[in-house]
Structures are given as C-alpha cells and as structure tokens.
C-alpha cells in the first residue's frame, strides 16, 4: 500500500514538473487537494463543464491543470469555486497570464483608483 502510494505521489510530481503555466500550476495544486475529497467529474460538473451530451467533461479540468488550454475567463468564478481558490486570484494570474497588456492596465488602473480612495480616506481624518 505504502509503495503505491509513494509511485503515485511521483507521478503527481513528476507531471506537476511538465506544467509551465503559473495558471495551470494553480489550478492543479487545487485539483490535487480537491482528489481527496472529489472527482474531476464532480470539479467539472461543479464548475459547468458539461459536453453535448450533458455528461461533465472531466478531460476539460485535465487540460486546465496541464496548461494545455486556457480557462475560458468567464468561467473562472466556476472553476474557482469548485476547486476552492480565491476567484480573484486566479482570474489576475490567468489574466496576467492570457493578455498581459490589458492586464498592465487593469493593474495600474486599479492601483490608481486605491491610491485615491486611500488619500480620501486620510484626508478625512
């Protein structure tokens, strides 16, 4: 029992060492945690990934988390959810990731909005 355990703890680890894509490196350390407790079956249906025939398509959350392809950004609420990570989270590091100009703005707008709400707040008192 021991044994298999550990060659299954290193095939993770040596599938986790393929995964370039800081998203897909999130969303499979949650996945990973998630198979204590659930299926990627369950993760799928959880987040609203369902092929024509209705059935929850499993190999989506494998792509995911191997960076084979991109979560579409609408379903990063969904995803996150069912996986147990903070939505905003994963939606900066796959915006970041995906579209890193629009990013840079959203970044620098937000900073902007901050750093005046911040300067309100301290002139008040």
Known sequence: MAVARERAAASVSDKRLKV??????MVFDA???CRAYKTQEQIAEEAGFFNRSGQPMTNIIAMFKMGKTRIPIDKIPNI????????????KSAYKEYYPEAWAIIDSAMKDEIGRKVKKALAKN
């Open 20 to 25: 370039t894509s800081p998203t897909a490196l």
């Open 31 to 33: 996945v990973e945690i």
């Open 80 to 91: 996150a959810k069912a996986i147990g990570l903070d939505s905003f989270k994963l939606f």
